[in-house]
């Protein structure tokens, strides 16, 4: 069993920035990749941002130039710097794991969500 631990969301201004983490931990042989999803109110879960290995990284084009995706393989984290926010990422972001267990089997796990308001 993989447990998936994000921190960072909040309320901050239009224009502002914000970090978030994941962190995750249990048994597993290798973590594939890591990314964020976010869902707003109404509207379905999307893709933001994923990272596989240490550098291969693909975005959402809402976000491209503005948000960043990094991992630390050595503490099997992940993190989405945010700047420039707007209105419209106003969402629950949600982390997710692909992990490869010791039986050699592909699990997908996600956490339980951090708010992210953007608003004046």
């Known amino acids: 069993q993989v447990q998936l631990v994000e921190s960072g969301g909040g309320l901050v201004q239009p224009g502002g920035s914000l970090r978030l983490s994941c962190a995750a931990s249990g048994s597993f042989f290798s973590i594939v990749s890591m990314g964020w999803y976010r869902q707003a109110p109404g509207k379905q879960r999307e893709l933001v941002a994923t990272?596989?290995?240490?550098?291969?990284?693909n975005y959402a084009d809402s976000v491209k130039g503005r948000f960043a995706i990094s991992r630390d393989p050595a503490k099997n984290m992940v993190t989405l710097q945010m700047n420039s926010l707007k209105p419209d990422d106003t969402a629950v972001y949600y982390c997710?794991?692909?992990?490869?267990?010791?039986?050699?089997?592909?699990?997908?796990?996600w956490g339980q969500g951090t708010q992210v308001t953007v608003s004046s």
């Open positions: 990272i596989i290995g240490g550098s291969s990284t």
């Open positions: 997710t794991a692909n992990v490869r267990t010791y039986q050699g089997s592909s699990l997908y796990y």
